[in-house]
């Protein structure tokens, strides 16, 4: 028995159009309450009838199974979260879902399993009935070689690896860095060669004549 709420949401005036369907916190016990219609029943539109449907939730709706469940070979994303579901799942390959690669089954019965290797079964198993799949329950099938990953990724922030670029760049940073010492050397040698000269005369210079004698153009007075 489906609710007039839920019947309002599945009337649509072409259903082919139809891509994203969401069916959240409605009551459907059965998936075969809304994929298929009895003959002469035109209440709403079954799902089976929705043919290019890419997203379907059917997030806590009181769902027990999954039989009968709609050929849909466009969907790409199924939320069945927070239902009732202990298994069943065989009837997810039976509905030909050739395109489906996100399915959610979180908060289910089929979750409710104590032991880690019995988990690791269930979620094996969902793959070897759907090889299509690659996220289930928020997560790849291959989650132990995306750690791997990375823990290469920090390896390599710890020991980059050294481009071209930044050899140029390194390499421009250096010369700019000598070229500067150089020009501090050279600004600092007048500085001492008249620290010498005054200490030499034991007495201040004017600064015309300091840089006179160390150009080598100063004359002396009185000669």
């Given at each position: 028995m489906v609710d007039l709420a839920l019947q309002k949401k599945l009337r649509?005036?072409?259903?082919?159009?139809?891509?994203?369907?969401?069916l959240d916190n409605?009551?459907?016990?059965?998936?075969?309450?809304?994929?298929?219609?009895?003959?002469?029943?035109?209440?709403?539109?079954?799902?089976?009838?929705?043919?290019?449907?890419?997203?379907?939730?059917?997030?806590?709706?009181?769902?027990?199974?999954?039989?009968?469940?709609?050929?849909?070979?466009?969907?790409?994303?199924?939320?069945?979260?927070?239902n009732k579901i202990a298994g069943g799942l065989e009837a997810l390959t039976m509905a030909k879902l050739e395109s489906l690669n996100h399915l959610d089954l979180s908060n289910n019965k089929i979750n409710d399993i104590k032991e880690l290797e019995a988990?690791?079964?269930?979620?094996?198993?969902?793959?070897?009935?759907?090889?299509?799949?690659y996220s289930l329950d928020g997560q790849d099938r291959d989650s132990e070689e995306e750690?791997?990953?990375e823990q290469t990724k920090s390896n390599k922030s710890k020991n980059p690896q050294i481009s071209?670029?930044?050899?140029?760049?390194?390499?421009?940073?250096?010369?700019?860095?000598?070229?500067?010492?150089?020009?501090?050397v050279t600004d600092s040698e007048p500085s001492n060669e008249k620290a010498s000269l005054d200490k030499g005369k034991g007495v201040a210079l004017p600064q015309e004549i300091k840089s006179g004698l160390i150009n080598g153009t100063g004359t002396s007075r009185g000669r």
């Open positions: 649509f005036e072409d259903p082919t159009k139809v891509e994203e369907l969401f409605h009551k459907i016990s059965k998936i075969s309450d809304i994929s298929h219609l009895p003959p002469g029943q035109t209440d709403f539109t079954p799902l089976s009838e929705v043919k290019n449907l890419v997203s379907l939730s059917l997030c806590n709706v009181n769902l027990h199974k999954l039989e009968n469940f709609p050929i849909l070979p466009k969907l790409k994303k199924l939320s069945l979260g927070d988990l690791q079964g269930y979620r094996d198993e969902i793959f070897k009935i759907l090889p299509q799949l750690s791997n990953d071209a670029e930044t050899i140029d760049s390194n390499e421009e940073q250096a010369s700019e860095s000598d070229e500067v010492e150089e020009l501090e």
